[in-house]
């Protein structure tokens, strides 16, 4: 529902940066890589290399190739 609803990009945003507070706050690193993963699709510019390079930096510590195939 997230990307498919494509209303207002703000809102999108809003909700994107809630979801990674809200995974950071409960300390779920799976939640927060799809958090950083969703809001990367939401810019096509540097700021949306950047939460690529958060999913690959969190991932560094994870065997799981499924987690750090989300940075790629």
């Known amino acids: ?3 498919k609803s494509k209303p207002d990009s703000i809102l ?3 909700y994107g940066n809630t979801y990674i ?3 950071k ?5 799976k939640e927060l890589i799809r958090g950083y993963e969703l809001m990367s699709y939401l810019y096509s510019n ?3 290399l950047k ?3 958060s999913i690959l930096s ?4 994870f065997p799981n190739k499924k987690f750090k195939a989300r940075g790629l």
């Open 25 to 29: 706050l409960e300390n779920n690193t």
């Open 46 to 48: 540097e700021t949306g």
């Open 21 to 23: 507070c809200k995974a």
């Open 51 to 53: 939460y690529v390079d």
């Open 12 to 14: 999108l945003k809003y």
């Open 58 to 61: 969190i991932t560094q510590q």
């Open 1 to 3: 529902m997230y990307l």
